[in-house]
């Protein structure tokens, strides 16, 4: 990988953040709990995060084939499962995260990834550092991460918003649940005052129309896989 120097391995620094890679969002700062409002299993010695820089790029290895990739915003600690690699002068690590994610290069990534089945291939810095990118002169990545940029900020815009959407009803979710179990709602009054048009219906409860509990999107990544050790 030409735009890109050796990965960098280094630990420790347990005061700067924990830094989570995702398939939707890129690198974000984490937090303690999780999507569902749980607790995040981190590692409990934090020195033993790898340390990324602002503007270093940093991979999942077993989702790399995803798009599990980003940009870090700040300085802070990702999993040491994680590749952290430092970009050389002169690139953009922008442009080669929104290259990570088109479907050709996400099909190279698969078919240099190894591991016992397809859903647990790894991708390691000696494959990684061998894929063949085009790599344009500097002011054409800028050029081309400020048009994608602009174009997506409406569809990126849109996507925050159903994100916090989720979030949302997923508290609130929670919320009703706690409520009922401690007493504090009682339910035969809540049903009573339903409409009676909610209560009442000629069709039975299509099953098919129904979301499993805790079906997760395909754009999130769980940072607690206990195999990885992860944590960001």
């Known amino acids: 990988m030409a735009g890109f120097e050796a990965p960098n391995d280094t630990t420790g620094d347990a005061d700067l953040p924990i830094l989570m890679v995702t398939i939707g969002q890129g690198i974000t700062v984490g937090q303690d709990i999780d999507e569902d409002g749980k607790p995040r299993r981190l590692i409990e010695d934090r020195t033993k995060y790898k340390i990324a820089r602002k503007d270093d790029i940093a991979y999942n ?27 050389r ?3 953009n690590p922008n442009y080669y995260t929104m290259l990570f994610r088109t479907a050709v290069c996400k099909s190279e990534i698969a078919s240099r990834s190894r591991g016992i089945v397809d859903d647990r291939n790894r991708l390691y810095w000696d494959q990684f550092k061998d894929i063949a990118v085009p790599t344009p002169s500097f002011k054409e990545q ?7 940029t602009e174009g997506l900020k409406g569809p990126i815009q849109c996507h925050r918003a159903a994100l916090d959407s989720i979030a949302f009803l997923r508290e609130l979710r929670t919320r009703l649940i706690s409520d009922v179990v401690t007493g504090k709602l009682d339910v035969r009054e809540a049903a009573a005052r339903l409409p009676a048009d909610d209560l009442a219906g000629d069709d ?13 999107d395909d754009d999130s990544v769980a940072e607690s896989d206990a195999e990885d050790g992860d944590g960001g």
């Open 142 to 148: 800028d050029r081309i991460v400020a048009a994608l």
């Open 89 to 91: 002068p002169e690139v």
């Open 61 to 87: 290895t077993m989702r790399m084939w995803q798009g599990a990739v980003g940009v870090s915003p700040t300085d802070g600690l990702v999993s040491p499962a994680y590749v952290v690699a430092s970009p």
């Open 204 to 216: 039975p409860f299509d099953d098919s129309e129904a979301v499993a509990d805790g079906e997760e």
